[in-house]
């Protein structure tokens, strides 16, 4: 193996870094799309596409549980202070979805509810994008969604939030 390729193999990502956590995100929405695809091509079925969105939620689960190789935490908060972050910010979202106590008990379970919802906002987009002929709309929109819940990953202010949630 040449040296830059040992380098590229031996490259971590900080969850310091707002870039790579909105490259992580970018990689589950598009993921999410792909599905949503194959469904309405009746080339997946529905219940695998749902396993799935959940296995795709326990990876995103576990890089921010610092629990993957690949990724280097934020010192001090990747992990249970995160989790404890989100349980506090996503609580009504939490609620509102019916997520019990019982689900949210560990940082395991928390970070595995926020990261499902965002598999649910990422359908949501698809979902409202749908009507719009523009995979512009999708793009730009996908982009926002993506810094929203990376920006919110590292405990700073969403500099563009989107509502996806419809009442």
């Not at 908060?77 to 509102?96: C, H, N, Q, S, V």
């Not at 598999?119 to 982009?143: H, N, T, V």
């Not at 990953?153 to 509502?163: F, K, N, T, V, Y």
Request: aromatic share 8%.
């Amino acid at each position: 193996m040449s040296e830059q390729n040992q380098k590229k193999v031996d490259e971590k990502f900080s969850l310091n870094d707002v870039g790579v956590l909105n490259e992580l995100f970018e990689v589950v929405l598009y993921d999410v799309l792909r599905r949503y695809k194959m469904v309405a091509e009746h080339s997946l079925k529905k219940e695998e596409a749902i396993a799935m969105d959940k296995q795709s939620a326990a990876f995103l689960s576990a890089v921010l549980a610092g629990k993957n190789d690949q990724f280097v935490p934020k010192p001090y908060w990747t992990g249970d202070p995160l989790a404890g972050y989100l349980k506090i910010i996503l609580k009504d979202r939490f609620e509102a979805v019916g997520v019990s106590a019982d689900d949210l008990k560990d940082s395991r379970g928390i970070l595995q509810a926020a990261a499902f919802e965002f598999i649910c906002d990422s359908y949501m987009l698809i979902k409202s994008a749908s009507g719009d002929s523009s995979a512009e709309r999708f793009q730009l929109e996908g982009k926002r969604l993506c810094k929203m819940w990376a920006e919110r990953m590292l405990g700073l202010r969403e500099s563009d939030p989107i509502d996806l949630r419809r009442d």
